[in-house]
């Protein structure tokens, strides 16, 4: 069974940075593709970041220029550096395994990440 742990959500001002990992448990991370997903009050869940496991990264339109997902196989952990924040970036974001693309299969707990004006 994989368990994702999301961390390095929290509060900062427009402009600021955070940056989030998801540490995850088990032996598929590796050949697993990860995502970043949010969802704010009253939104659906939407995409934000997605990686391949040979590392091809894809990004929402809203975000491109200032996230960058990345991955470190060794620490079976995925990161979200979020640069430029602004406050509709703020939302719930959650990590995502999938074994095939677009199927997510786990997803983690979810860490906040609110943006002040």
């Known amino acids: 069974q994989v368990q994702l742990v999301e961390s390095g959500g929290g509060l900062v001002q427009a402009g600021g940075s955070l940056r989030l990992s998801c540490a995850a448990s088990?032996?598929?991370?590796?050949?697993?593709?990860m995502g970043w997903y949010r969802q704010a009050p009253g939104k659906q869940r939407e995409l934000v970041a997605t990686i391949t496991s040979r590392s091809t990264t894809n990004y929402a339109d809203s975000v491109k220029g200032r996230f960058t997902i990345s991955r470190d196989n060794t620490k079976k952990t995925v990161y979200l550096q979020m640069n430029d924040l602004k406050p509709e970036d703020t939302a719930v974001y959650y990590c995502?395994?999938?074994?095939?693309?677009?199927?997510?299969?786990?997803w983690g707990q979810g860490t906040q990440v609110t943006v002040s004006s």
């Open positions: 995502g395994q999938a074994l095939m693309p677009g199927k997510y299969d786990f």
């Open positions: 088990g032996s598929t991370f590796s050949f697993s593709h």
